[in-house]
């Protein structure tokens, strides 16, 4: 169809309008992420000062969701005080606790609400 009509042109700005809306939707998504993160950092930090570290922070935005065995392995911390951490987080409203089976999940909720909304 594009070679019989020779569209090549309004294909092309179509693909390229597409791009810049793609990307600005990104660099914007990104900058929420950011904001977010740089919120959570200062609630931690003032609120649990104890529970705080860089390594926990970025566990909590590599995905929307963590768990006890992710924050064990990652920050080197045993069970008691994986869980512990994650319940001071739900306590101060940073995560939600899900159970399902036997296993709890912990729900970053603001960063999953930014990766679900479409705009």
Same mark, same amino acid.
């Given at each position: ?8 042109? $309004?294909?092309? +700005?179509?693909?390229?309008?597409? +791009?810049? *809306?793609? !990307? ?8 929420? +992420?950011?904001?977010?993160? @740089? !919120?959570? &950092?200062?609630?931690?930090? !003032? ?6 570290? /860089?390594? =926990?922070?970025?566990?909590? =935005?590599? %995905?929307?969701?963590?768990?006890? $065995? ?5 920050? /080197?911390?045993? *069970? /008691?005080?994986?869980? &512990? ?5 739900? *306590? +101060? ?8 089976? *036997?296993? !709890? ?5 603001? @960063? %999953? $609400? ?6």
């Amino acid at each position: 169809m594009l070679r019989e009509n020779n569209s090549w042109e $309004d294909w092309i +700005i179509f693909m390229l309008d597409g +791009i810049e *809306r793609t !990307s600005k939707q990104t660099v914007s998504l990104v900058q929420q +992420i950011k904001t977010l993160m @740089l !919120s959570i &950092k200062q609630k931690m930090r !003032s609120e649990l000062p104890k529970v705080y570290s /860089q390594d =926990f922070l970025n566990n909590l =935005f590599r %995905h929307p969701y963590t768990k006890i $065995d992710f924050v064990m392995d990652e920050l /080197q911390v045993t *069970r /008691q005080t994986a869980a &512990k951490y994650l319940e001071e987080l739900v *306590r +101060i409203g940073i995560l939600e606790k899900h159970k399902v089976s *036997r296993e !709890s999940f912990y729900l970053n909720y603001a @960063l %999953h $609400d930014l990766l679900v909304v479409v705009n």
